[in-house]
């Protein structure tokens, strides 16, 4: 299993860790944007509620993506549930204007 991604490691496409590669690598591992996402209101789900949240995820995808999510101070398990840290909810606030962006989005058709 690879290591948690986070800056100054060395990362998919950076030997030196940048830290916009280390949140790239991060963010481009299965599941970690729609956990990201699935947590994004102020409750604390469990890990059943959100392992139903993240339609077909499987448990043990889930626990290392929430391990790897911990490790890079995204997520925490406060209780008996799982929320975003404050820098994790900062990342969400910047994931959302994407969001804005991608409703706008219209590709030219082709022709």
Excluded: K
């Amino acid at each position: 299993m690879a290591p948690t991604p986070l800056p100054g490691r060395p990362v998919r496409g950076s030997q030196t860790g940048r830290p916009i590669m280390a949140l790239l690598d991060l963010l481009g591992r299965r599941w970690v944007l729609r956990v990201l996402w699935e947590l994004r209101d102020d409750s604390t789900p469990t890990f059943r509620q959100l392992q139903q949240r993240c339609d077909g995820i499987s448990s043990s995808v889930l626990a290392v993506r929430l391990r790897e999510l911990g490790q890079a101070d995204l997520v925490e398990h406060a209780g008996e549930g799982y929320l975003l840290t404050g820098q994790g909810r900062s990342l969400l606030e910047r994931l959302a204007r994407l969001d804005a962006w991608a409703a706008d989005w219209r590709p030219r058709a082709e022709g």
